[in-house]
């Protein structure tokens, strides 16, 4: 059967994860869904549906550019994209610019970066065609 995918998980790699671990459970508040040793993953929206894998990297990063091929930008749509910025901020977590709209994308957006630092935004979709979440 083809289609879209029952679940989703995105990994990262950081050598040594402790740091993003503690992150991610603390900072972020995301519930740890699996305990492997070297790689947790952890719940990233309601429904079971998406997960985020942080495991222990077998080498150094190559860039820290995430628009380059092999690059990244890991993406967490939430409607108060505001309040986590000021929840992220109160945590000490270094962010660059405040919430913008992007007329472009009609997107509402930030952007800050993980212990291993891969890019993360939190951003909120500002136009009608854009799945609701659940649906």
């Not at 991610?24 to 309601?46: F, N």
């Not at 270094?94 to 951003?123: C, H, M, N, W």
Request: hydrophobic content about 35%.
């Amino acid at each position: 059967m083809t289609g879209p995918f029952d679940q989703h998980v995105t990994f990262l790699y950081a050598e040594d994860p402790a740091p993003s671990w503690r992150f991610y459970e603390d900072v972020l508040g995301l519930p740890l869904a699996q305990d492997q040793g070297s790689c947790r993953i952890y719940a990233v929206a309601a429904g079971g549906r998406a997960f985020l894998g942080v495991c222990r990297a077998r080498g150094p990063r190559v860039t820290d550019n995430p628009r380059v091929q092999g690059g990244a930008v890991v993406t967490f749509v939430h409607s108060d994209v505001e309040g986590w910025h000021d929840r992220l901020r109160d945590k000490g977590v270094e962010i660059a610019a405040p919430p913008r709209f992007s007329d472009t994308y009609r997107v509402t957006s930030f952007f800050f970066k993980d212990p291993a630092g891969y890019t993360l935004e939190i951003q909120r979709f500002e136009r009608p065609d854009w799945p609701a979440p659940g649906t």
